[in-house]
Nanobody
Framework: QVQLVESGGGLVQPGGSLRLSCAAS????????MGWYRQAPGKQRELVAG???????NYADFVKGRFTISRDNAKNTVALQMNSLKPEATAVYYC????????????????WGQGTLVTVSS
């Protein structure tokens, strides 16, 4: 039905920046919350940042002031600007869309992207 396509991961030095992007593979009627999660080796997946359709944002404490999430409702895209990256940010980053409906009145569902690897290392 709908896929989330991520891009922008890669290798960056400590203190550097990366921008992750995520786009829905087709047009949809509505997406409630879009966000980014990450999973480091041997750890559970955790929320990094989220943004509602109305523009309200929330951030994990460990990224506040350094990461910025943004969203384009018309294009069904979400981006994560990551600055002042630290080695502990190394993880696979997943895009997530919650309460997705294809057409008005449809049952909603959630979608996960395939993940993009971010490595912070010198």
């Amino acid at each position: 039905q709908v896929q989330l396509v991520e891009s922008g991961g890669g290798l960056v030095q400590p203190g550097g920046s990366l921008r992750l992007s995520c786009a829905a593979s087709r047009s949809v009627f509505s997406i409630n919350t879009m966000g980014w999660y990450r999973q480091a080796p041997g750890k559970q997946r955790e929320l990094v940042a989220g943004v509602t359709r109305g523009g309200s944002t929330n951030y994990a404490d460990f990224v506040k002031g350094r990461f910025t999430i943004s969203r384009d409702n018309a294009k069904n895209t979400v981006a994560l600007q990551m600055n002042s990256l630290k080695p502990e940010a190394t993880a696979v980053y997943y895009c997530h869309a919650d309460r997705v409906t294809i057409t008005a009145g449809d049952r909603w569902f959630e979608v996960w992207g395939q993940g993009t690897l971010v490595t912070v290392s010198s």
